[in-house]
């Protein structure tokens, strides 16, 4: 087992016998059936990581039942000093996974804290266990025959906590500007517990209804960072609409994005369009569906050309450039919507648009999984699609900068980070995911046959280059993978690095000891900072 020089690593300042011995004191509070030691901790790794590499492992992992076993498992890890990585499913692969950012510290699983323990059909929302996946929360609502939907992501595995505390994207209207969450028990580095928002106050009915709190609104300040483990989420569900309008929009030609991206800014602003729409390349399309090879023979270390995607994007049906949307409402107003949406884009040459209307009995039968996304259908039909490269054992990570929802900005970016990846002989696939009515999150996936270390290590060392030389034209990460996180919160420079500055104070003053997932998004403890 080997570490790539390349790759960021950090190893906690605790030897092993420390954390067996920790290990030892949570197994007699919360169960031996529930810590697994570094042997048995194996699953927990970054599974796009080559076999021989040993980056980012655990020392440990445990798996709480409940927020007093929390409780008792910092207050072990600060008695020792040991770091924490907690996280929900730990099955955002491509981020890292179930890998911890420091190895040698103690993995925080919470796949037996999966219990939805309230849900509200009258007020639209429910609380939740941070282990709480899109699926268990999908059949929560059914098994309670509730006229309500959740905002899922394209793959339905993760968590609701997992994916939200890393301000994750889901596609119903309450994805939008990350607005689903509301209302957070946090256990702190101190063993406390701490209830966010209305929940502050003892017996407060309004703690996952109301966002804000008499005093200054904690609920961002446990998203991406390292201030606290979140062990209760309130999440806000969507009342099940007459119908969907699933809209599907193909245009022919590459500099076509830049009126799509137009049309779709102006339909977002005046409220025609709601929810997160996407705009996807031919080659993430054809990704999504089979590896590279069965779209063409070609040597893969010579990117495709602009002959050969129009091909591959006329056996599948699709323009260089697919936006797809959805519509939500009764059917007289979502025809009336659709109307003025087919007006609108109507007048970019050569456009496709398609378009159906189904009720809530269609919708977990829908034909393409992508649509049952947008209806609120949890699915695993995408996971596949890092095997572009390396088939079964395709591995993925994605570069992921915001840019304004303008189309010729939107149009020459995707020009250079076509440029970029086409310069190290790599296909560009993207996924534009308006996250906001005045911008997107402009997703770049690179792919990599994990049991090939050169071809990994090609593609880790590729997405660096990426976030440097796209901080050098202004443009930043909205999350980063496990190993350039640091990279990707190095670009946010203005007055010498003074976010990430006012940020580590507050990391030191609530948790002194830097127990707390140290190193993530690029936020260290004092303990561990010339580590950085």
């Avoid at 929560?140 to 890393?166: E, F, K």
């Avoid at 957070?184 to 209305?198: F, P, S, W």
């Avoid at 993430?284 to 091909?311: C, F, K, N, V």
């Amino acid at each position: 087992m080997s570490t790539p020089e390349f790759l960021p690593a950090v190893t906690a300042d605790v030897p092993a016998d420390t954390v067996r011995v920790a290990l030892a004191e949570i197994a007699a509070a919360i169960g031996d059936d529930r810590v697994l030691d570094a042997d048995a901790a194996s699953e927990f790794r970054d599974p796009f990581q080559p076999p021989a590499w040993d980056a980012f492992a655990a020392g440990g992992v445990v798996q709480p039942e409940s927020a007093e076993e929390v409780q008792q498992i910092v207050r072990v890890a600060g008695k020792y000093g040991i770091p924490l990585w907690a996280q929900g499913q730990g099955r955002n692969n491509g981020y890292g996974g179930a890998a911890p950012r420091v190895s040698g510290g103690i993995t925080v699983n919470y796949r037996r804290m999966n219990r939805v323990l309230h849900l509200d059909e009258d007020l639209g929302y429910a609380l939740v266990e941070p282990g709480v996946s899109f699926q268990d929360m999908y059949d929560a609502i059914q098994a309670a025959d509730a006229n309500l939907m959740v905002s899922v992501p394209d793959l339905g595995w993760g968590s609701l906590s997992g994916n939200s505390l890393d301000n994750g994207l889901t596609y119903l209207p309450n994805g939008k500007d990350h607005a689903a969450v509301c209302g957070l028990e946090v256990v702190t580095a101190d063993g406390e517990l701490l209830r966010t928002g209305m929940g502050a106050m003892d017996g407060n009915a309004s703690w996952n209804l109301y966002k804000r709190s008499l005093g200054p609104s904690l609920d961002p300040l446990f998203m991406q960072s390292n201030f606290g483990v979140v062990t209760k989420l309130g999440i806000w569900l969507q009342p099940k609409p007459e119908v969907i309008t699933h809209v599907h929009i193909d245009v022919r030609r590459d500099e076509d994005l830049i009126a799509l991206v137009d049309t779709l800014r102006r339909l977002r602003l005046d409220g025609t369009i709601d929810g997160v729409p996407c705009i996807l390349n031919t080659l993430l399309i054809a990704s999504t569906m089979a590896p590279r090879s069965h779209w063409s023979d070609t040597d893969p270390a010579q990117p495709l050309g602009d002959a050969e995607i129009d091909a591959i994007a006329a056996r599948i049906g699709v323009g260089r450039w697919h936006l797809r949307l959805a519509l939500y409402g009764d059917r007289p107003v979502n025809a009336h919507h659709l109307a003025k949406i087919e007006r609108a884009f109507g007048v970019i040459p050569d456009v496709a648009i398609r378009s159906t209307t189904t009720g809530p009995q269609e919708w977990a039968s829908l034909p393409d999984p992508s649509d049952q996304v947008y209806a609120g259908v949890p699915n695993l039909d995408w996971k596949d699609m890092g095997g572009w490269y390396g088939g079964t054992h395709g591995g993925h990570m994605s570069f992921a900068p915001v840019a304004p929802l303008s189309g010729q900005e939107v149009y020459e970016l995707q020009r250079w980070l076509r440029e970029q990846f086409e310069s190290r002989g790599l296909d560009h696939t993207a996924d534009l995911i308006v996250v906001g009515a005045r911008s997107l999150v402009s997703v770049a996936g690179i792919t990599f046959d994990y049991d090939d270390e050169a071809a990994t290590a090609r593609g880790y060392l590729a997405m660096q280059d990426l976030v440097r030389e796209a901080g050098k034209i202004g443009y930043g990460e909205y999350r980063a993978h496990l190993h350039f996180m640091d990279l990707a919160q190095e670009q946010y420079g203005f007055g010498d690095h003074a976010y990430r500055r006012f940020v580590e104070k507050i990391k030191d003053a609530v948790d002194p000891v830097g127990i707390l997932n140290p190193g993530r998004h690029g936020i260290w403890p004092a303990g561990l900072r010339p580590a950085r």
